[in-house]
T-cell receptor, first 113, second 113 residues
Framework: AQSVAQPEDQVNVAEGNPLTVKCTYS??????LFWYVQYPNRGLQFLLK????DNLVKGSYGFEAEFNKSQTSFHLKKPSALVSDSALYFC???????????WGAGTKLIIKP | GAGVSQSPSNKVTEKGKDVELRCDPI?????LYWYRQSLGQGLEFLIY????????KSGLPSDRFSAERTGGSVSTLTIQRTQQEDSAVYLC???????????FGPGTRLTVL
């Protein structure tokens, strides 16, 4: 079955430290992977995607994600966290049978000053 | 250009009443999705429209829920005889044909008293 797992409900990071939000996936065929961010009382905003090519993908707001095929992971990273990065982060993978997105449960990222 | 818009932004209704939620997708986007998000939780897929094809209604939780998309553009999600468990944020997203990213509206927060 195709699925996405975000194993951490919440991640706490001190401002200025690097952050990682984890995502693993299971999909038939080539994975098309996405990260979205949701700020309080807002809709989801697209951050970045992996379709093919370089395993390190750069996106909005200084975020990047590393695709690892052997570990079936697509972890979101940022070298230096900002308090304003505090939000809910969603990982998604495309279901190649119907082209829908399968969504992870979300990870709440809290950046403390 | 304009993003996805949704109206109303907030809706408070009494149990048993019907409600209509509206979504205006990005112009030219052929695909439109409705999701439901309970407080701080993940996304629950409700329904998907793609062009003139029959919609994918597999996510609708009961026959009290229905949606239409008129003229391949604006969509309305209708919930009949609302129940307290229908309280959630209802998110709409649209996607351009040939692309995988979905673009989200700000959502409608529905509260059923």
């Amino acid at each position: 079955a195709q699925s996405v797992a975000q194993p951490e409900d919440q991640v706490n990071v001190a401002e200025g430290n690097p952050l990682t939000v984890k995502c693993t996936y299971s999909v038939s065929g080539n994975p098309y992977l996405f990260w979205y961010v949701q700020y309080p009382n807002r809709g989801l905003q697209f951050l970045l995607k992996y379709i093919t090519g370089d395993n390190l993908v750069k996106g909005s707001y200084g975020f990047e994600a590393e695709f690892n095929k052997s570990q079936t992971s697509f972890h979101l990273k940022k070298p230096s966290a900002l308090v304003s990065d505090s939000a809910l982060y969603f990982c998604a993978v495309r279901d190649n049978s119907n082209y829908q997105l399968i969504w992870g449960a979300g990870t709440k990222l809290i950046i403390k000053p | 250009g304009a993003g996805v818009s949704q109206s109303p932004s907030n809706k408070v209704t009494e149990k048993g009443k019907d409600v209509e939620l509206r979504c205006d997708p990005i112009s030219g986007h052929t695909a439109l999705y409705w999701y439901r998000q309970s407080l701080g939780q993940g996304l629950e897929f409700l329904i998907y429209f793609q062009g003139n094809s029959a919609p994918d209604k597999s996510g609708l939780p009961s026959d009290r829920f229905s949606a239409e998309r008129t003229g391949g553009s604006v969509s309305t999600l209708t919930i009949q005889r609302t129940q307290q468990e229908d309280s959630a944020v209802y998110l709409c997203a649209s996607r351009q044909r040939g692309y995988n990213e979905q673009f989200f509206g700000p959502g409608t927060r529905l509260t059923v008293l």
